[in-house]
């Protein structure tokens, strides 16, 4: 029987989180070297435990990691986003609609579309379609209403989240960023906007957190799928 553990010292590897969830461990890599991201990635592809992601992850950082691993490991900018290992082949109940307000939401958009095409989903990019320009989103109704999951992402005033829960019948997975002027507190305002949403079945993650996002849309996009 596999350990449920690989202990690198400073580091201990959760091998048991593909049983529990279906998916490895995801590091996180704000605030780790290059060679402890290597370690903790190789120890999950000596395991098996494949695709791997390792997030906030910058340029520098990613290169030095990319010079041990190899081709298999692929660096995704936008999001500061790295992966080990190919994305799974879609087998979810149905698309996952990525919806940013604007351009400046897109490293935390890309962060939730790249780990929901990572572990199987279909991802529909909706991006620049804010309530400063209403039309934009309206254009966009049939693939929000096409989706089995909508992630929602904005900062600023944070509006787009309850917009959104007002034209689907989906879940739908508001996270708020930090892009604002003064007053908009780092992503405080629109975090708060989000979670007073007038509209039903909007959920919140933390600010910036796309990861989170489509993480947890992932997870409902195969609730009740056999495993």
Known sequence: MQADTDNLDFARVDLARMRRQ???EVVYGAG????????????LRKHGQLPALATRVDEEKAKAVAAVLGDDFTYFPVPRLGRLGAARAPDGLGPI???????????????????????GNEVTRLYDVGVAGLHRLLACTDELKSARVVVAVAGMEGALASVVGGLVSCPVIAVPTSVGYGASFGGISALLSMLNSCAAGVSVVNID???????????????????
């Open 22 to 24: 279906g998916v490895p």
């Open 32 to 43: 780790k070297t290059a060679e402890q991201i290597v370690a903790i990635l190789g120890s």
């Open 97 to 119: 609609a990525v919806a940013a307000a604007g351009t400046s939401d897109l490293p935390v958009a890309e962060e939730a579309a790249v780990t929901a095409e990572t572990l």
């Open 209 to 227: 957190n796309g990861f989170g996002a489509g993480f947890l849309a992932h997870r409902i996009n195969h609730m009740g799928l056999d495993r």
